[in-house]
């Protein structure tokens, strides 16, 4: 099973919400990452998860906040999004050693209003 | 740093013609590079990868990539090209930091097929 599942698929949600995007592997890797897309561009790291501690985060906004519960779960926390945070976001999860592949979720479409 | 280069933002091919995609990495040392498709709205799934060994790589679907490193390319190959290809293509060269390995993309290259 080479699968990665993210829950929503898609999301609106206003300036004011919040809301939280979840990513779930059952692929016993031990490194997570959120991905933002915006659309015709490649994915651009947000964070890094490795052993389930925070090993990367690529100077994201604090209105973007990570949480890695458990070896398998990955969520990402959105309050008071921007506009201009619309974008596709990706997960994907690997093993740790530098040759692994990543493999990626379907990805939540998020639309802030 | 590491980066790549897609010279390519969009190609047109036709069915059943060959294609090569162009890829070139900066990186200091033994590069790990990666090609991964999208489909519209849809995450990114490998092709095929590189770390060591022989230079020409077979992947999934039928593609093929040669490393060659007195170019600094990973190019992608397929030698006849279905409708369904068409899709985007990134090229993408990872590092080990901090734990979990750092895939550095390109900007892409669009594959339109013509029937």
């Known amino acids: 099973d080479t699968e990665v599942t993210q829950t929503p698929k898609h999301l609106v949600m206003g300036m004011t919400n919040k809301k939280s995007l979840k990513c779930e592997q059952h692929?016993?890797?031990?490194?997570m990452y959120w991905y933002k897309q915006k659309a015709k561009k490649p994915p651009e790291l947000m964070f890094v998860?490795?052993?389930?501690?925070?090993?990367i985060n690529e100077s994201v906004p604090s209105r973007f906040s990570p949480e890695c519960p458990n070896s398998s779960l990955l969520n990402l926390h959105l309050h008071a999004l921007q506009p201009e945070d619309s974008a596709l976001y990706l997960c994907a999860s690997s093993q740790v050693q530098s040759t692994d592949t990543q493999y990626f979720g379907p990805g939540t479409r998020l639309t802030v209003l | 740093a590491q980066s790549v280069t897609q010279p390519d933002i969009h190609i047109t091919v036709s069915e059943g013609a060959s294609l090569e995609l162009r890829c070139n990495y900066s990186?200091?040392?033994?590069?790990?590079l990666f090609w991964y498709v999208q489909s519209p709205g849809q995450g990114l799934q490998l092709l095929l990868k590189y770390f060591s060994g022989d230079t020409l790589v077979q992947g999934i679907k039928g593609f093929e990539a040669e490393f060659k490193r007195s170019q600094s390319s990973f190019n992608l190959r397929k030698p006849s090209v279905h409708w369904s290809d068409a899709a985007e293509y990134f090229c993408a060269v990872g590092a080990l930091t901090g734990g979990g390995n750092k895939l550095t993309f390109g900007t892409g290259t669009q594959l339109k097929v013509e029937l």
């Open positions: 692929m016993g890797h031990r490194a």
């Open positions: 998860y490795s052993y389930e501690k925070l090993s």
């Open positions: 990186y200091g040392a033994t590069p790990y």
